[in-house]
Nanobody, 115 residues
Framework: QVRLVESGGGVVQSGGSLKLSCAAS????????MGWYRQAPGKQREFVAS???????NYVDSVKGRFIISRDNAKNTVYLQMNSLKPEDTAIYYC?????????WGQGTQVTVSS
């Protein structure tokens, strides 16, 4: 069974940095694309970044130049390095992958950016 576990969230001041991790199990990690999404209070969940099995990355415009997604296939882990954080980045951040016909989510990790 696919399991995704996020960690690394916390409270940081505006302009600060955080690095999120998502550890995957129950899947062949190296052949799957991975993504990060976020959901702010009162808003819909939105795409943040993704990385293919080959390492190609994609970002939502609002985080380009500030966030970096990466993966370590030896550790079955995907990361999201978040720099120059803004209060509007405050949200629960979720890891996501699709395996076969299923889409899997972690439990989320809270990121709070204070102004």
């Amino acid at each position: 069974q696919v399991r995704l576990v996020e960690s690394g969230g916390g409270v940081v001041q505006s302009g600060g940095s955080l690095k999120l991790s998502c550890a995957a199990s129950g899947m062949i990690f190296s052949i799957n694309a991975m993504g990060w999404y976020r959901q702010a209070p009162g808003k819909q969940r939105e795409f943040v970044a993704s990385i293919t099995a080959g390492g190609r990355t994609n970002y939502v415009d609002s985080v380009k130049g500030r966030f970096i997604i990466s993966r370590d296939n030896a550790k079955n882990t995907v990361y999201l390095q978040m720099n120059s954080l803004k209060p509007e980045d405050t949200a629960i951040y979720y890891c996501n992958t699709a395996v076969g016909r299923g889409s899997y989510w972690g439990q989320g990790t809270q990121v709070t950016v204070s102004s």
